[in-house]
């Protein structure tokens, strides 16, 4: 399946989903190229409130691509159901097509969402603000998105995207054209540095980026040690060769209750994580100007429900 079929196929795959009631948006990858951030993408990223995840699998169970059906993908992918979904996990979804595989990951919570992502959708697509947020991993490859979609969302009037911007040669620019209001600054005090020092605002917003990775990949870290008993136990699991979805997925929603922690952030301790996070950032960046960071508590609070 080509970049431009993969939109298409994903655009009515939503379409028919919305038809039949479900809550749902696409996000991630596919949303930058539909937002002319990105060129292409090999796979889809899907919200879905989890209150339509019976809809979703049935779905999934009846959708096939070049006469292939959908299968979760092998042992290390989480049940889709509301109770891991809300504790940050996602599930993984892929149809053996030729030449490539077509893959689906799909949430039901948008990682580092700052607000209900079901009420920030812009036609079949999350907008810039989740996708933004979404896109703040440890990934290298992710923070170039981040900058044209919140550049984009100044464009558009929002004042959200001075959230998104890290690329400290654009602000003074993006300064000249849109107002910078109180409100946002005190979201992301490093801001404050725009009228003055550039190379101050530039350190700033490095060490804000390398805070942001640190999180990530505290979290990355706690989800694989939670998924390890849950990984060994799907080995041992003997699924039929010809199960359907919905058999496979009554079999790993039962191996996930005995082996697969719901909510291991949670657990851990969002706090903690945040602590643990800042700590690793001073061992990497200047201490003082972790004195910038923002208050990220609200993008884990998902957590702590």
């Not at 689906?104 to 036609?123: C, H, I, K, M, T």
């Not at 959200?160 to 946002?184: C, N, T």
């Amino acid at each position: 399946m080509t970049g431009d079929e993969l939109h298409l196929f994903f655009e009515d795959f939503v379409s028919e989903l919305r038809n039949r009631g479900v809550v749902c948006a696409i996000t991630s990858g596919l949303a930058c190229v539909h937002y002319g951030v990105a060129e292409t993408t090999k796979d889809c990223d899907l919200l879905c409130h989890p209150s339509s995840f019976g809809t979703l699998l049935n779905f999934l169970d009846e959708t096939k691509i070049s006469g292939m059906s959908c299968h979760y993908r092998g042992n290390i992918s989480p049940p889709l159901d509301a109770r891991w979904h809300r504790g940050g996990w996602t599930s993984h979804f892929q149809w053996d097509n030729e030449p490539e595989l077509t893959k689906l990951d799909v949430f039901g919570y948008a990682l580092r969402q700052s607000s209900p992502w079901f009420e920030e959708v812009s036609g079949k697509y999350a907008n810039e603000n989740i996708v933004a947020e979404m896109k703040r991993t440890d990934r290298d490859k992710d923070w170039p998105f981040i900058d044209s979609l919140g550049t984009m969302m100044l464009h558009r009037g929002d004042p959200r995207g001075w959230l998104h911007v890290f690329e400290a040669e654009k602000i003074p620019e993006l300064l000249s054209e849109y107002k910078l209001p109180d409100e946002i600054v005190k979201l992301r005090p490093a801001l404050i540095l725009a009228k003055g020092d550039n190379s101050l605002l530039r350190a700033a917003l490095r060490t804000e980026r390398q805070f942001w990775q640190e999180l990530d990949r505290l979290r990355i870290r706690i989800c694989r040690v939670a998924l390890r008993p849950f990984v060994l136990a799907m080995g041992r699991v003997k699924i039929p060769s010809d199960a359907g979805i919905v058999q496979q997925h009554e079999l790993r929603l039962g191996c996930a209750e005995e082996f697969l922690e719901p909510n291991p952030i949670g657990n851990y301790g969002v706090e903690r994580l945040i602590a643990e996070a800042r700590a690793a950032t001073s061992l990497l960046m200047n201490p003082n100007l972790l004195q910038w960071l923002p208050d990220v508590l609200p993008h884990f609070k998902m957590y702590n429900a």
